[in-house]
């Protein structure tokens, strides 16, 4: 599966970004898509996902801030990121989670600075 980032860039404190990502390759075998994201210095972490079902998982530090959204039919994800906060600045991949193993982006840079 390989795995397609858009979106990304600088925005202000408080602004917007909406990130998306498009799977090809054997997509069947896909059963959930998210993104994490690594900032300078730490570990990556899971930011939201959601498995083909629908069902939807948030780190705590997003909640209330960040949506995603997926159209399996068409094999995207989409991340909305509202109020953003200059910790929110990182590294931001893509992630599919696969019956046997996981597909990752190349990743795209969020900055958030005034």
């Known amino acids: 599966v390989q795995l397609v980032e858009s979106g990304g860039g600088l925005v202000q404190p408080g602004g917007s970004l909406r990130l998306s990502c498009a799977a090809s390759?054997?997509?069947?075998?896909?059963?959930?898509m998210g993104w994490y994201r690594q900032a300078p210095g730490k570990q990556r972490e899971l930011v939201a996902a959601?498995?083909?079902?629908?069902?939807?998982n948030f780190a705590d530090s997003v909640k209330g801030r960040f949506t995603i959204s997926a159209d399996n039919a068409k094999n995207t994800v989409s991340l909305q990121m509202n109020s953003l906060k200059p910790e929110d600045t990182a590294v931001y991949y893509c992630?599919?989670?696969?019956?046997?193993?996981?597909?990752w982006g190349q990743g795209t840079q969020v900055t958030v600075s005034s």
């Open positions: 992630n599919a989670k696969l019956y046997f193993g996981y597909s």
């Open positions: 390759g054997s997509t069947s075998r896909i059963t959930a």
């Open positions: 959601i498995t083909r079902g629908g069902i939807k």
